[in-house]
């Protein structure tokens, strides 16, 4: 089946510092998406992609589709404290219809 | 704003237990899923329903089945509560109008004793 690789697993920053992670597919995805679950919560929706190179920011969050349609990153500038959780890369594909394909999740912790 | 609420955020039920777990969105969606999420596993899709009494199978449907009797609300139940069930559930809706962008509730953390 489909699968989605994220990494890295887990990143310990200094606040002030900038993130990069990343999502690699083996398929093509016509959506990419990112999430934030901070513990014991649900994910949220950070930034949504739905075209080729597309590049799209939410204040401190930057995120683009690639251009192949099989890989996307998010970075995050000058990380601060509230920035630690979990976060999910998932795809969309016309194979898999509705349903999304996530990503194991990237731990990021950040010291002060 | 896309709401999606669940019932209960803490569940602890007995092993053998009937268990309902109730999500509700607010926002007109017609697809609502059904996760499970463990440590190490990620999310897995439980049951997925695109539209009114409808549901689909998601990668492990075994010991669960889901209800959808009106739009807005899709049930999880848990027939015979195992240990093994015992796990953070998760409900998101979607909309092919918003790209089928998927909105998550709050999640329901069940311990089956």
């Known amino acids: 089946g489909q699968q989605l690789n994220q990494s890295p697993q887990s990143m310990f920053i200094q606040e002030g510092e900038d993130v990069s992670m990343n999502c690699t597919s083996s398929?093509?995805?016509?959506?990419w998406l990112w999430y934030k679950q901070d513990p014991g919560e649900g994910p949220v929706l950070l930034i949504a992609?739905?075209?080729?190179?597309e590049l799209t920011s939410n204040g401190r969050l930057t995120a683009q589709f690639g251009i192949t349609r099989k890989d996307s990153f998010l970075n995050i500038s000058a990380s601060i404290p509230s920035d630690v959780g979990i976060y999910f890369c998932?795809?969309?594909?016309?194979?898999?219809?509705?349903?999304?394909?996530f990503g194991k999740g990237t731990t990021l912790s950040v010291s002060s | 704003d896309v709401k999606v609420t669940q019932s209960s955020r803490y569940l602890v039920k007995r092993t053998g237990e009937k268990v309902f777990l109730e999500c509700v969105q607010d926002?007109?969606?017609?697809?609502m899923f059904w996760y499970r999420q463990d440590p190490g596993l990620g999310l897995r899709l439980i049951y997925f329903?695109?539209?009114?009494?409808?549901?689909e199978k998601g990668d492990i449907p075994e010991g669960y089945s889901v209800s959808r009797e009106k739009k807005e609300r899709f049930s999880l139940i848990l027939e015979s509560a195992s240990t093994n069930q015992t796990s953070m559930y998760l409900c998101?809706?979607?909309?092919?109008?918003?790209?089928?962008?998927?909105?998550f509730g709050p999640g329901t953390r069940l311990t089956v004793l």
């Open positions: 998101a809706s979607s909309s092919p109008i918003l790209a089928n962008t998927q909105y």
């Open positions: 398929s093509i995805f016509n959506t």
């Open positions: 992609l739905y075209k080729a190179g």
């Open positions: 998932a795809g969309q594909s016309r194979q898999a219809g509705t349903a999304l394909i």
């Open positions: 926002m007109d969606h017609e697809n």
């Open positions: 329903s695109y539209d009114v009494k409808m549901k």
